[in-house]
């Protein structure tokens, strides 16, 4: 494995080479080389899913200060499960770098989801050893958050969508959403939504916008047929 190409996409210098290299180790490699001196990325996995984890916390915590804590939570479990994990390694192309036993390399194992998703940890793990938790941070800035700033994950917080099938499951029923009150300074304004299904009133919400209410109630509305 070349790290001066990595280093070279990337635009980063890294102190210890191995370190690096050992990211993009699969255990069936190591498995197949027991007699050279290699470690597999099991270890820095387990580091970077926490360093990905507090990046993302801080990102949400610093831009999203109207979003609820449960909120978050929904959104940072979006972010950081397999299929996005997954995701940011194809589109960084880590599966060209990674060191595979020959058995995973012939049944497509630089395509397989949980080695891709574990490669893009073990990297951010074995960025923070190599660099600290700014550099690992930085990285993230550049190549995840402007996927959440996008709105590449809205779609898991959005509660009027689901909301929406739920009901259509049953084709005598009908959504409605009514904007009941509205609070505050024209500069600090809260809107009051709620949502009815059938005209029998299933859930509030209290937002900045209209938009950000009516999710609100399609939340509750959620939480009360799911009960």
């Known amino acids: 494995m070349d790290v001066t190409q990595l280093e070279s996409k990337f635009n980063l210098t890294f102190h210890n080479h191995d370190l690096i290299k050992q990211a993009f180790t699969h255990s069936s490699y190591v498995n197949e080389h027991r ?16 360093v990905l984890e507090l990046g993302v916390s801080q990102f949400l915590y610093r831009n999203e200060q109207s979003m609820p804590e449960g909120e978050m ?12 994990l997954m995701g940011f390694a194809q589109e960084l192309d880590f599966g060209k770098y990674l060191l595979l036993g020959k058995g995973e390399e012939q049944t497509g194992g630089r395509e397989r989801p949980a080695i891709l998703a574990d490669v893009f940890e073990a990297f951010l793990g074995a ?8 550099t690992a941070l930085a990285f993230l800035e550049n190549y995840i958050f402007p996927k959440i700033k996008s709105g590449a ?7 009027k969508s689901q909301l929406q099938e739920l009901v259509q499951q049953d084709k005598n ?20 939504a709620h949502v009815y299904v059938n005209s029998d009133k299933t859930g509030e919400g209290i937002g900045r916008t ?11 509305a959620l939480d009360y047929f799911n009960m």
């Open 35 to 50: 007699n050279e001196v290699f470690s597999d990325n099991e270890r820095l996995e387990f580091l970077g899913d926490a």
């Open 73 to 84: 939570t929904k959104l940072r479990a979006a972010i950081v499960c397999e299929p996005s």
């Open 127 to 134: 960025l923070y050893l190599d660099q600290g938790f700014e």
């Open 153 to 159: 994950f809205s779609h898991e917080m959005d509660y």
């Open 173 to 192: 029923k009908a959504i409605e959403y009514k904007i009941v009150d509205e609070r505050g300074p024209s500069h600090n304004k809260e809107f009051v």
């Open 210 to 220: 209209k938009k950000e209410a009516e999710q609100r109630a399609a939340k509750r």
